[in-house]
């Protein structure tokens, strides 16, 4: 194909023709004093203008037909027509195979998969679709997906711009949970992909229920054991005194571990609703307070900020468990001298509680992990200041039950803030005798 500017210099030839028959007959009309050589040349080329524009109509009708043959800037404009529609021929049967490629994959997966385009109708799904979500393998194409699979869940993430994550139970099963998430291929398509992670969370449950049990079985015997030591402690002989203490403080771990996983289970599988209220931050806070500076035994320097305007509406022993780890860990991790900070601010855009020490602080790779089940990030510091490995984690769960979320800022040697920040909807005003 010539570049566009000899495309354009050939387009201005083939105008040159019948400008130099107009200008003829005009020079003849005006010699012989009349209009007739003019009209009968304007008449003739407007007739020659209706004829090909008549068989150009005729043609589009069927291009994959050879163009009608033609002289001048007609021809031109044919070829161009023909060559224009035979490569977008070509993308076309390229995009068809690729969408026949992508069909014939997709129909394969176990799991269902649905196209829909930027109005959320279903253009095309796998069998697996009709399988699981009830969907007519023909019937469906062209329906709105809001109108065929109803769940709550699933109608809020629509809503919400099919943006992170959302799991729904199948419409004939109710033992199959599926979890949802959109790839968006271009402006006008997203595609759909149901993961079937019900084995999953029945592996989780065994864990969980696993953990809970082993746990609520080790705390009976390792409080027989604890009041034994004891025993030996105060009666037994000099030579033993050691070997009594080390038991002691050991039997003291397993058990503060018992009673984190005993408090990470419950929190993991109970919810909150039915235990929520109007629970008064000034004295909560006071009564943490007071509890840190025990655990501290004046090793450090702790201060308080507290806004007693706004209250939190929530499970109070939740609420307790997440901000009481929150304050043990500061006093674990900051040397004796240091200073720790405990503030609670609330306004229009919701709460924040937020503890600051001048501790040891927290490599940068690490802070992403450290919610995780016994992460830890030395495990020797984590021996010698008594920690389990499941405070943070704890955290997590009672603030995601409360719709809060956790901000982690630290460096190495500069000390750490953490920050849990609740939504606006979960303040209160403070009732005053309350808070007094």
């Given at each position: 194909m010539p570049p566009p500017a000899a495309q354009g210099r050939k387009v201005k030839r083939h105008w040159l023709a019948p400008l130099l028959v107009v200008a003829t007959a005009a020079l003849a009309a005006h010699l012989a004093g009349s209009l007739l050589p003019i009209t009968a040349v304007l008449a003739a080329g407007l007739f020659?203008?209706?004829?090909?524009?008549?068989?150009?109509?005729?043609?589009?009708?069927?291009?994959?037909?050879?163009?009608?043959?033609?002289?001048?800037?007609w021809r031109h404009l044919f070829n161009r027509v023909f060559h224009r529609l035979h490569h977008l021929e070509k993308e076309l049967r390229a995009r068809e195979m690729l969408l026949e490629a992508f069909q014939t994959a997709t129909a394969a997966f176990p799991e269902p998969v649905l196209l829909l385009d930027d109005k959320e109708v279903i253009q095309w799904y796998n069998q697996a679709a009709a399988l699981h979500l009830g969907l007519r393998l023909k019937g469906d194409r062209g329906q709105f997906i809001r109108h065929l699979i109803?769940?709550?869940?699933?109608?809020?993430?629509?809503?919400?711009?099919?943006?992170?994550?959302?799991?729904?139970?199948?419409?004939?099963?109710?033992?199959?949970?599926?979890?949802?998430?959109?790839?968006?291929?271009?402006?006008?398509?997203?595609?759909?992909?149901?993961?079937?992670?019900?084995?999953?969370?029945?592996?989780?449950?065994?864990?969980?229920?696993?953990v809970a049990n082993v746990s609520h079985e080790l705390r009976t015997p390792l409080t027989v054991l604890a009041g034994y030591l004891e025993t030996l402690g105060e009666d037994g002989a000099l030579e033993l005194a050691p070997i009594v203490q080390r038991m002691r403080d050991q039997s003291s771990l397993m058990q503060h571990l018992i009673d984190d996983l005993i408090e990470l289970s419950r929190l993991q599988t109970q919810g909150i609703t039915g235990r929520e209220r109007q629970v008064a931050m000034a004295p909560l806070i006071a009564q943490l307070v007071e509890r840190a500076e025990e655990l501290s035994g004046g090793r450090h320097t702790i201060t308080c900020d507290a806004d007693t305007q706004y209250d939190l509406y929530a499970a109070p022993g939740d609420l307790e468990s997440a901000f009481g780890n929150l304050i043990s860990n500061a006093v674990r991790y900051t040397p004796a001298g240091g200073n720790i900070a405990i503030a609670w601010r609330a306004g229009?855009?919701?709460?924040?509680?937020?503890?600051?020490?001048?501790?040891?602080?927290?490599p940068e790779k690490d802070i992403p992990r450290l919610t995780e089940r016994f992460y830890r990030v030395a495990k020797d510091r984590s021996r010698a200041s008594g920690g389990s490995g499941l405070g943070l984690s704890i955290v997590k769960h009672a603030l995601n039950a409360h719709q809060a979320t956790l901000e982690i800022i630290s460096r190495p040697g500069k000390g750490s803030t953490f920050t849990a920040r609740f939504p606006a909807h979960r303040l209160r005003f403070a009732n005053r005798r309350q808070s007094a």
């Amino acid at each position: 194909m010539p570049p566009p500017a000899a495309q354009g210099r050939k387009v201005k030839r083939h105008w040159l023709a019948p400008l130099l028959v107009v200008a003829t007959a005009a020079l003849a009309a005006h010699l012989a004093g009349s209009l007739l050589p003019i009209t009968a040349v304007l008449a003739a080329g407007l007739f020659w203008e209706l004829l090909q524009s008549t068989r150009l109509a005729r043609w589009l009708e069927n291009p994959a037909a050879n163009p009608p043959r033609a002289a001048g800037r007609w021809r031109h404009l044919f070829n161009r027509v023909f060559h224009r529609l035979h490569h977008l021929e070509k993308e076309l049967r390229a995009r068809e195979m690729l969408l026949e490629a992508f069909q014939t994959a997709t129909a394969a997966f176990p799991e269902p998969v649905l196209l829909l385009d930027d109005k959320e109708v279903i253009q095309w799904y796998n069998q697996a679709a009709a399988l699981h979500l009830g969907l007519r393998l023909k019937g469906d194409r062209g329906q709105f997906i809001r109108h065929l699979i109803r769940q709550p869940a699933f109608i809020a993430w629509l809503d919400g711009g099919l943006e992170d994550l959302a799991e729904i139970e199948s419409p004939l099963d109710p033992a199959i949970t599926f979890r949802v998430s959109c790839a968006v291929l271009d402006r006008h398509r997203r595609l759909l992909l149901f993961r079937d992670i019900s084995e999953m969370q029945q592996a989780e449950a065994m864990r969980r229920d696993f953990v809970a049990n082993v746990s609520h079985e080790l705390r009976t015997p390792l409080t027989v054991l604890a009041g034994y030591l004891e025993t030996l402690g105060e009666d037994g002989a000099l030579e033993l005194a050691p070997i009594v203490q080390r038991m002691r403080d050991q039997s003291s771990l397993m058990q503060h571990l018992i009673d984190d996983l005993i408090e990470l289970s419950r929190l993991q599988t109970q919810g909150i609703t039915g235990r929520e209220r109007q629970v008064a931050m000034a004295p909560l806070i006071a009564q943490l307070v007071e509890r840190a500076e025990e655990l501290s035994g004046g090793r450090h320097t702790i201060t308080c900020d507290a806004d007693t305007q706004y209250d939190l509406y929530a499970a109070p022993g939740d609420l307790e468990s997440a901000f009481g780890n929150l304050i043990s860990n500061a006093v674990r991790y900051t040397p004796a001298g240091g200073n720790i900070a405990i503030a609670w601010r609330a306004g229009s855009g919701g709460g924040a509680f937020s503890v600051h020490d001048t501790g040891i602080g927290i490599p940068e790779k690490d802070i992403p992990r450290l919610t995780e089940r016994f992460y830890r990030v030395a495990k020797d510091r984590s021996r010698a200041s008594g920690g389990s490995g499941l405070g943070l984690s704890i955290v997590k769960h009672a603030l995601n039950a409360h719709q809060a979320t956790l901000e982690i800022i630290s460096r190495p040697g500069k000390g750490s803030t953490f920050t849990a920040r609740f939504p606006a909807h979960r303040l209160r005003f403070a009732n005053r005798r309350q808070s007094a």
